[in-house]
Nanobody
Framework: QVQLVYSGGGLVQAGGSLRLSCASS????????QGWFRQAPGKERELVAA????????YYTDSVKGRFTISRDNAKNTTYLQMNSLKPEDTAVYYC??????????????????WGLGTQVTVSS
């Protein structure tokens, strides 16, 4: 069973920055697309950003374009999410998951059934 270790969440004022990390134990990390998701209270989980296995293709939901950057380090089995110009509406628990491609991630075909605990991001106004 894959283990996902999250770090980097916290409380920040609007306009601030955070960098999230998700370290995965899966052996084929380098062959999978990786994605960051978030779930705010009372809302469904949504895909925020995704990156292909090579890093050559990325996807961002409209609300974070120009503010968030997804990256990956295949040698460390780790995915990052740099979040700048944070807004109160970015408040949520953030999770990572994987898929065979960015396109399959966007239609909900994920690799891991267990999302782990995620990391809480709280943005104060």
């Amino acid at each position: 069973q894959v283990q996902l270790v999250y770090s980097g969440g916290g409380l920040v004022q609007a306009g601030g920055s955070l960098r999230l990390s998700c370290a995965s134990s899966v052996r084929i990390f380098g062959a999978l697309a990786q994605g960051w998701f978030r779930q705010a209270p009372g809302k469904e989980r949504e895909l925020v950003a995704a990156i292909s296995w090579s890093g050559g293709t990325t996807y961002y939901t409209d609300s974070v374009k120009g503010r968030f950057t997804i990256s990956r380090d295949n040698a460390k089995n780790t995915t990052y999410l740099q979040m700048n110009s944070l807004k109160p509406e970015d408040t949520a628990v953030y999770y990572c998951n994987a898929a065979r491609a960015v396109a399959t991630m966007r239609v909900g075909d994920y690799e891991y059934a267990d999302w782990g605990l995620g990391t809480q991001v709280t943005v104060s106004s």
